[in-house]
């Protein structure tokens, strides 16, 4: 594999990390991000989100919440996204703050804020390297199915473009083919580092 990737979504670390595990299992060099101000996971009601800071361990939240309701959690897949989150990495990072952890070649998003969001922080900082990034905004809706189709999608678009010689010649022709394929809207951004 000769790209890195980043799988980036907004702060349930759903989308992003199911992307994560499916690459990383077929060998790809792949991080996953989130881009809220906290990792939100469901809670008893909508009203009552379980909120925890980027960088708490997955295994602290899976503890907590198998404390407070393990009926409830284990139904709704919170608990075994969590167990699955956690065998890929420690803890929650966000994107925002790791920086450091790039230079990244191929960047996803699953919904278009965040897709926003990612571009405009790779506008807003110093373009020291001037090294192209393609930022790829694949929209999947935040269930535990749609998650797994869209990693899929994933894995299949990265596929596609580590068979380019040059995924910035080639990237029009990638996203159109992909399109046609899927039956999926594509938005795609190329930034800098």
């Known amino acids: 594999?000769?790209?890195?990737?980043?799988?980036?979504?907004?702060?349930?670390?759903?989308?992003?990390?199911?992307?994560?595990?499916?690459?990383?299992?077929?060998g790809f060099d792949v991080s996953s991000y989130g881009t809220g101000a906290h990792v939100k996971l469901p809670g008893p009601s909508l009203r009552e989100p379980n909120v925890y800071e980027f960088g708490t361990p997955y295994k602290h939240m899976f503890d907590d919440l198998r404390r407070k309701d393990p009926d409830l959690y284990k139904r709704n897949g919170i608990l075994p996204m969590l167990k699955r989150n956690s065998s890929v990495k420690t803890a929650p990072q966000r994107w925002q703050d790791n920086a450091a952890d790039g230079?990244?070649?191929?960047?996803?998003?699953?919904?278009?804020?965040?897709?926003?969001?990612?571009?405009?922080?790779?506008?807003?900082?110093?373009?020291?390297?001037?090294?192209?990034?393609?930022?790829?905004?694949?929209?999947?809706?935040d269930n535990h199915e749609e998650a797994a189709i869209g990693a899929r999608l994933a894995l299949d678009l990265c596929q596609e473009i580590e068979a380019t010689e040059s995924w910035e010649d080639s990237v029009d022709d990638v996203v159109s083919g992909f399109e046609k394929q899927h039956r999926r809207k594509l938005l795609y951004s190329i930034s800098f580092y």
């Open 103 to 141: 230079p990244f070649d191929v960047v996803f998003t699953f919904e278009e804020k965040v897709f926003d969001m990612v571009v405009e922080d790779l506008h807003n900082r110093d373009h020291v390297l001037m090294k192209t990034v393609l930022v790829i905004n694949l929209e999947v809706k």
């Open 1 to 26: 594999m000769k790209f890195r990737y980043a799988m980036v979504c907004s702060s349930n670390q759903n989308r992003s990390m199911e992307a994560h595990s499916l690459l990383k299992k077929q």
